[in-house]
């Protein structure tokens, strides 16, 4: 049986073995240097659309666009007004969680002077609550004028649930569905493309309360930049370690 091998390293490796390890190390470090500066641009935008966010939130109360105007992303959040007649029978209870523990969203359409509906998120209800019978002083009558800030519709549903307009469960504010499932007409013609949020003024009795919409834009840009820019020097300082490593010479040499 043969024994181990002498004592020693290995010969240094060729110049072209050298040179592909270089290349290798180079081009995972602009991969890297990639990525952070991606981060980086990204951190950007993201200041960029907060600052742009908070100053429509903020800014005075516009008129909500009519039922067959466009809207946009960069129409999100912005505070509007509107008035109107609630049309208390086509409220839709939408499934959510809020700082006062898991409810429903009340949507009810609002019908405007010209004949048009926009949907409002009068605010949260407890699921104790769900049926109007029990909050029949919010379900307030007559002329109504109606302050918050504009969403855009959420299709589809939420995280693995989808709406189930059938039986009556809804798990995003989703308009067309709405308005379908309610019968309130066709979006974009009869009915407006966006819902509204309505603001913390207090409604009769209590309830729905409103003025809970939560704006968050999570900005972790910065962490994930540092984070690949520091595994680019890393894997730089690996590779000029494992270069410069001494190595012994052959046996008896």
Do not use: C
């Amino acid at each position: 049986m043969t024994g181990p091998p002498a004592s020693g390293e290995a010969p240094p490796p060729s110049p072209l073995r050298r040179a592909v390890f270089v290349l290798g190390v180079v081009l995972a470090f602009l991969a890297l240097l990639g990525l952070g500066t991606w981060q980086v641009e990204r951190r950007a935008w993201k200041l960029d659309l907060i600052a742009r966010v908070d100053a429509r939130v903020h800014a005075p109360a516009s008129p909500a666009p009519a039922a067959d105007a466009p809207v946009s992303p960069d129409d999100a959040y912005r505070h509007v007004r509107l008035s109107g007649t609630f049309l208390h029978d086509r409220e839709t209870l939408v499934q959510a969680v809020t700082e006062y523990g898991g409810g429903y969203w009340v949507l009810t359409p609002l019908r405007r002077d010209d004949g048009s509906l926009v949907l409002v998120n009068r605010g949260f209800v407890p699921s104790d609550r769900r049926d109007p019978a029990t909050r029949e002083a919010g379900q307030v009558a007559g002329e109504s004028v109606v302050t918050g800030l504009l969403r855009l519709t959420e299709p589809g549903g939420a995280f693995l649930r989808a709406n189930d307009p059938a039986h009556g469960r809804w798990y995003s504010r989703d308009v067309a569905a709405i308005a379908a499932a309610r019968g309130l007409g066709p979006v974009g013609r009869s009915v407006a493309p966006y819902f509204v949020d309505a603001d913390d003024a207090p409604n009769p009795g209590g309830l729905p309360r409103g003025g809970l919409t939560v704006i968050a834009f999570p900005n972790n840009h910065l962490v994930y930049a540092i984070t690949w820019y520091g595994m680019a020097l890393m894997l730089v300082a690996a590779g000029v370690a494992l270069l410069r490593r001494p190595r012994a010479g052959r046996p008896g040499e």
